[in-house]
């Protein structure tokens, strides 16, 4: 089995601290599968009715891998999807599929496809310049959480305490950017610096754990410095993270879900989500599981099941998390698969 990761660099750029890729890559090698990583800028493609030559590499024509594996997330530009669709074209399998990646990439969009099949979401609102304060207020109140449409790892996130703070950052953007494309959320105050993180595979829960962002700070990314540590996936939790990851198309995702008066609210869903918090907290193996889904995915599956890493002597909550990273089920092509 052969497969490609497409990344922002190239593998002779690939640095060490790039965990999920590197983890990846070493899942593969333990696997026998030749995983290779190229960067977007390394294709070229023309749309012809010969196929075989629509796509070069590095000038070359190749021979087509069977899967490839996008790690751009919401960075996923113009260029680099269309390089993914036209793979997909050509019968190339792809984790996440191109629709996929686009829908997730659009905060709005995907909050919106979620509102319509009535999963609990936080009140969004599309800015528009100038801004009108009072409806902000009337509307989600203060504070509210800025976003901008795009973005991952908690960047481009912002908490505006008051309407007066709120009202500055929106003058200096619109003098700055009028085009900018902003979304503000209602803040969710007992979620305030921790949220869950789900990763689901293949439409099952292969792990769950609580992030919890640095003092002070209301943002609960690990990436950013936060703390990780094993959550119990509750039925709830199951259902809201399945259904995101099944509405919006991604056989791999990060469910963001955030504290909501004994409930839970999605934050977010993210095509490329990390795994290395998932990995530490909860002493789970999910790169080999990715690959182990691809291997049933593509008919391709000649191996036992994975199973997880031992952990020693976890706690009560610790084993909760992990009983949840069961062999993947999932119907391919109308047949149910183990």
Not at 15 to 43: H, T
Not at 112 to 141: C, S, W, Y
Not at 185 to 212: K, M, P
Request: charged content about 25%.
């Amino acid at each position: 089995m052969r497969g490609w990761i497409l990344y922002k660099e190239t593998a002779t750029q690939l640095k060490p601290e790039l965990y999920e890729i590197n983890r990846l890559l070493a899942a593969a090698k333990a696997d026998n599968i030749e995983l290779e990583v190229y960067a977007p800028e390394e294709f070229d493609l023309t749309v012809t009715r010969e196929d075989n030559k629509s796509i070069l590499l590095n000038g070359q024509a190749v021979d087509l891998p069977d899967f490839i594996i996008p790690r751009m997330g919401s960075g996923t530009t113009y260029f680099a999807l269309a390089i993914i669709r036209h793979l997909e074209r050509l019968g190339v399998y792809c984790l996440n599929p191109s629709k996929a990646i686009e829908i997730v990439k659009d905060k709005l969009f995907s909050q919106q496809l979620l509102a319509e099949k009535n999963l609990p979401t936080p009140k969004t609102m599309l800015v528009k310049f100038p801004v009108d304060i009072d409806l902000v207020e009337r509307h989600l109140g203060f504070p509210v959480v800025i976003k901008t449409l795009s973005g991952s790892q908690g960047s481009g996130v912002f908490l505006s305490h008051r309407a007066r703070e709120f009202d500055d950052l929106m003058q200096l953007i619109e003098a700055t950017n009028k085009n900018a494309n902003i979304i503000l959320q209602e803040f969710i105050a007992n979620s305030h610096g921790r949220d869950l993180r789900v990763f689901t595979i293949g439409g099952r829960v292969a792990g769950c754990y609580e992030r919890r962002g640095q003092e002070d700070s209301f943002k609960a990314n690990v990436s950013a410095g936060g703390s990780a540590r094993p959550f119990e996936i509750t039925p709830e939790i199951e259902w809201l993270a399945t259904q995101t990851a099944n509405i919006l198309d991604l056989d791999v995702a990060g469910i963001d879900l955030l504290f909501d008066n004994g409930h839970y609210k999605i934050c977010e869903a993210n095509s490329s989500p990390g795994f290395e918090g998932l990995e530490s907290c909860l002493n789970v193996d999910i790169a080999a599981q990715i690959l182990h889904f691809i291997r049933i995915r593509l008919g391709m599956f000649n191996r036992d099941p994975i199973v997880p890493k031992q952990p020693a002597a976890a706690e009560p909550e610790t084993q909760a998390a992990t009983t949840s990273n069961r062999v993947l089920t999932r119907k391919v092509t109308g047949t149910e698969v183990e």
